[in-house]
């Protein structure tokens, strides 16, 4: 019998302690069925990508209002390639502009959510992406 | 299958692949964990327990510290419960632990409960054998802490720590039905708040008590400590070891180990066979047994005699 | 005259009883049965249910003098000044700071030149959290949501050519605190400006960080007795300064309603004032220097009966619990921000509309000072163009509406003084649960206000989610197109910028003078001293703000959040 489920690593990057969605996000998702490893705010780059591989989850979602963005997801995204895991998934909510979110998405960042953005968007996105091999 | 091979040479994320196949009772599971039980039952289990908001991840973390700092490889399982209802939960413990988790002989994994009840699963105690496998010395198991079920830790752990606090209002009256009989060693957390003195005394009333009719040689201490100050740390690092150390020279690490093997002999038989035994009632046989309970005939117990002896004998 | 009927005539009261009754069985009931109401029950953001229809009844037994009052007198429900915008309009000051001290500066002057009246500084996250800008926890926030301040040489650079006995200042500052205002008071000084002279305000208030922004630095006790020094310093020697502001801008973003906010914040603002008291400070000393921070939202009644409130609330609680006896005690002063976390980043220029209709809640509230939110805010920092128009949208309310022209316009309308009576029950609710509790620091370490918030904040996601809850191009009236709006940047080159600068100040400095001063100051610390003046005199050494606070977690230890969600 296999129990499979999706694990989700939520962290806020750096300083920025604005953490009103992350915790609704984090919430949504465990009510949907995914196990949630939440590493709350003040987090490095390096603490959220050690934790990741630790865990083993699907998706590593970052709440970043902070501006530093640029900074943070690409930095992320090298850690993850320079431990062999890239299979994580990485994408994030936060005010994030436009044109920054298409560079983050061509870097490889899958999803960026927006204010106004619906938990069940973000829950829907999750299981595309990961796909139906798991409930 | 070379995860457990890499697992094996030491690498962490071959090790969570591992963690992750088993815990997810993929098809591999046995293969894996039978690959690794020759290399285990080298390391000390010690089970964290006590109610929530007792601060059991800010002590581990000072726990795991002082470990690091003596040169042991160490492990942490942190349990928190999964929903009844969706399967989902909220894994937040590590985040007590931030400050030991980059360390390279630290390895901190989170699990919910997946719908079973106890405070250790099934699937905790293999996680533990995997722990145990990738050569860590010193394997910490946090449960949930929701009192009796969190008995079954002693099934699992060498060294069984409970942590209470002054400040929640817990009567250590209320709570010696449950959990104040499993500790090898009690702390008496937060002892910055509170009146912890008074707890102290009380806990150290309630082992006398309880130790007058058992013949052991170990007396359980009870520690005043307090995270935030970093107060009691290094006595608690001294007590487990001395703890570990009294149970090799007692040689009752003998007995709770044979004790540990059984029990996974008897798990792993009693689900196996009642599962093949239940694979054959999924059949136009099986139909026609109920029928005959229903209609009378035969009794479940005939009924289960009978399969034993059509299939097993 | 039957008792509790005070506004009105008690025989017209029953008149009224009978016509309500009336109505209701004729005209209402009609109406209803040919087209019945869009929902069943009508709720405020703090869950308040809404009546059809407020009347004289509904206030009937108020004592207007006791309870609602005149301008500029107790309990000032309706303004704390007897004459309020018909002699000065509120402040307007906007937030603003972004990448280096320079280009912060060059902001402020245009800001001077446009025709604001005060400053408004906010920080970037490593110097609202006291890190350095060389530290690895600052990497790639440097400058980037605010200006970057590491030691006095950058506060010099943010006000040059700035004459700050002119000028009042808005720093907001909050664990950090003592240490900024320092630099603040020491730059003035250099500036030739004596300490009397500065007008200004420091956030500076520690409590809602453990429950909402999370930019907390030591434990909740010793993080209060900084508070209560820097209060006690600002007593003795700038009485024109304000040493804190209690915020509940803060509480509010990160989920709390509305009854919240107000319950929290005074809260917070009466353990402040204890905390003082304790010190050995007498109340009308220091509270007329207390200052006060708001949320505007857009429920739009809600949020004026809130203002209302506060005032009623503090007033009393300065009299009656605290023995206040100077008139600027028991006013309640407040600083007000539109709401940012109602901005959307659909459709953004609808969010002009919502400033507008929160910024005249706000003055209709009676507010002394008001930033508007700027519509671009839920993309990204803001541009000079769209920071304009948030200006001018405080401009049009004061010079075109005509709702400055009369004191508290909305005085005495049923609904209003029904739900301000309505908010402030539900707030001594709350009093009585915190006090239950043991006090707000207790509270908080307890996680009371963290859970009630995020509470709230779940709440609220989930009326959007089900579409109980309509916001206008997000989850109603959405289209699909995206309206751009300019964005603006940051340098990338701010970070290696500023920490050349933090080098190069480093190597200038006599770094024995620093290790003396900083070595005195955690002297001080451990005798529980004020810090205030070895502060200041680490800060003239040009110690950094990543020392200083380096030097007083190695006292006072550091805080880390409890698991809330």
């Known amino acids: 019998m296999m129990a499979e489920k999706i694990r989700v690593l939520l962290a806020k990057p750096g300083l920025d302690g604005h953490d009103r969605g992350i915790k609704v996000v984090a919430r949504a998702l465990r009510d949907s069925g995914m196990e949630v490893i939440y590493l709350g705010i003040r987090n490095t780059p390096e603490q959220i990508v050690e934790t990741a591989i630790q865990e083993d989850v699907d998706v590593i979602g970052l709440s970043i209002l902070s501006g530093s963005h640029m900074y943070h997801f690409p930095r992320i995204l ?20 436009q044109e920054d979110k ?34 | 299958m070379g995860l457990v091979e890499d697992m094996l040479k030491g690498d962490k994320r071959a090790l969570s692949r591992v963690i992750t196949l088993v815990e997810n009772n993929s098809q591999n599971c046995e293969e894996i964990l039978s690959k690794l039980y020759p290399h285990t039952g080298n390391s000390q289990i010690i089970g964290v327990t006590g109610p929530p908001g007792s601060g059991k991840s800010t002590l581990i973390n000072h726990l795991v510290r002082e470990f690091v700092r003596k040169g042991y490889k160490v492990g942490v399982l942190a349990i928190d419960p999964s929903s009844e209802f969706t399967g989902g939960a909220l894994l937040g413990d590590r985040i007590r632990m931030l400050e030991v988790s980059l360390d390279s002989n630290v390895f901190i994994r989170s699990m919910g409960t997946r719908g079973t009840l106890g405070g250790i699963s099934r699937k905790t105690k293999e996680v533990v054998r995997v722990l145990e496998a990738f050569g860590k010395d010193k394997i910490i198991i946090e449960t949930i802490g929701a009192g009796q079920s969190d008995i079954e830790i002693t099934r699992t752990a060498h060294t069984v720590i409970v942590v209470l606090t002054p400040e929640t209002g817990d009567d250590v009256q209320v709570l010696k039905a449950g959990i104040m009989e499993i500790g090898d060693i009690y702390v008496v957390n937060k002892a910055d708040i509170g009146n912890a003195e008074f ?44 703890h570990w150390n009294y149970l090799k020279v007692s040689g009752e690490i003998n007995k709770l180990e044979e004790r540990r093997v059984k029990n996974e002999v008897v798990d792993t038989l009693n689900r196996k066979i009642s599962n093949y035994l239940l694979s054959k009632l999924e059949s136009e046989f099986g139909k026609e047994i109920f029928d ?22 | 005259m039957c008792r509790g009927i005070n506004l009105f005539n008690s025989k017209k009261i ?5 016509s309500i009754d009336k109505w209701e069985k004729t005209t209402l009931e009609e109406s209803l049965k040919l087209k019945s109401e869009r929902k069943k029950e009508f709720f405020t953001s703090s869950n308040i249910v809404v ?15 006791k309870e609602i009052g005149l301008p500029g007198e107790y309990p000032f429900t309706r303004g704390i000044h007897a004459t309020m915008y018909r002699a000065r309009i509120w402040t307007m000051r906007q937030f603003a700071g972004f990448g280096t001290a320079e280009q912060t500066n060059k902001r402020f002057k245009y800001l001077l030149q446009h025709g604001e009246t005060g400053l408004s500084v906010a920080f970037d996250f490593p110097t609202l959290c006291g890190y350095d800008s060389d530290d690895l926890m600052s990497k790639g926030e440097v400058g980037a949501c605010g200006v970057a301040v590491d030691t006095l040489k950058d506060m010099e650079i943010l006000f040059e050519g700035i004459p700050l006995n002119k000028v009042t200042t808005s720093m907001t500052i909050n664990g950090p605190a003592a240490t900024i205002w320092s630099m603040y008071i020491v730059t003035a000084e250099k500036q030739g400006a004596k300490k009397e002279e500065l007008g200004g305000t420091i956030q500076n208030d520690i409590l809602k960080e453990y429950m909402a922004q999370k ?40 989920g709390a309603n509305a009854v919240q906010e107000l319950a929290f914040t005074l809260a917070d603002g009466l353990t402040y004032v204890e905390a003082t008291l304790e010190r ?12 006060f921070f708001f949320a505007c939202h857009n429920n739009f009644f809600e949020e004026i009966a809130k203002f209302r409130a506060a005032r009623r609330i503090w007033a009393r609680e300065m009299k009656e619990r605290f023995q206040a006896k100077k008139k600027r005690s028991l006013w309640l002063r407040f600083h007000t921000q539109t709401s940012g976390c109602t901005l959307t980043a659909q459709q953004p220029y609808n969010n002009i509309v919502r400033v507008a209709i929160q910024a005249l809640a706000a003055v209709l509230g009676g507010t002394q000072s008001l930033h508007t939110n700027s519509m671009d805010e839920a993309l990204s920092l803001p541009t000079e163009f769209a920071v304009r128009i948030a200006l001018r949208t405080q401009q049009i309310i004061a010079h075109e509406s005509g709702v400055t022209d009369t004191i508290d316009p909305l005085g005495g309308s049923y609904y209003v003084e029904w739900l301000t009576d309505k908010m402030e029950e539900e707030c001594y609710k709350y009093f009585d649960k915190i006090d239950k509790l043991g006090g707000v620091v207790e509270g908080i370490k307890r996680g009371f206000f963290q859970k009630e918030i995020a509470n709230s904040a779940h709440k609220y996601q989930e009326g959007i989610d089900k579409g109980e809850i309509i916001v206008v191009g997000v989850n109603g009236y959405a289209t699909e197109e995206l309206m751009p709006v300019p964005i603006f940047r940051i340098e990338p080159e701010v970070e290696k910028k500023q920490i050349e600068r933090l080098k190069r100040v480093k190597m200038e400095r006599n770094s024995k003078k620093v290790e003396e001063a900083i070595d005195q100051l955690k002297k001080a610390a451990e005798k529980e001293e004020n810090l205030m003046p070895y502060i200041i005199n680490a800060v003239k050494e040009y110690a950094t703000l990543g020392e200083i606070t380096k030097a007083l977690k190695e006292i006072y230890g550091e805080y880390h959040e409890l698991l809330i969600y």
Request: some cysteine.
């Open chain 2, 199 to 242: 707890m102290v005394e009380e806990i150290k009333a309630l082992i006398a008590s309880k130790s007058s009719n058992v013949s052991k040689e170990w007396t359980a201490p009870v520690i005043k400590a307090s995270a935030k100050k970093k107060e009691g740390i290094r006595e608690l690092v001294e007590q487990v070891e001395k």
């Open chain 1, 78 to 97: 090298q850690l993850l390639k320079e431990r062999k895991a890239e299979d994580i998934v990485v994408i994030g909510g936060g005010i994030i502009p």
């Open chain 3, 215 to 254: 930019s907390f630095i030591f434990p909740p006790e010793p993080s209060l007795k900084l508070v209560v020094d820097t209060i006690e310093y600002a007593s003795k020697y700038l009485p024109k300064w304000n040493p804190i502001s209690i915020s509940g801008y803060h509480i509010r973003e990160a």
């Open chain 2, 292 to 313: 005959e309970i229903l209609k009378r005939k035969e009794s479940p117990y005939s009924v289960v005699n009978r399969l034993i002896k059509k299939f097993l004998c």
């Open chain 1, 102 to 135: 298409e560079k983050l998405e061509k870097m490889g960042v899958k999803a960026i959510f927006g204010p106004g953005t619906s938990t069940q968007e973000i829950i829907k996105k999750i299981k595309e992406l990961i796909g139906n091999k798991k409930n």
């Open chain 3, 51 to 65: 009546k059809r229809v407020y009347t004289p009844l509904d206030i009937a037994n108020k004592d207007y003098l």
């Open chain 3, 280 to 291: 050995g400070l007498k109340v009308d000393d220091f509270a007329p220097r207390l200052s």
């Open chain 3, 14 to 18: 029953d008149e009224m009883k009978k």
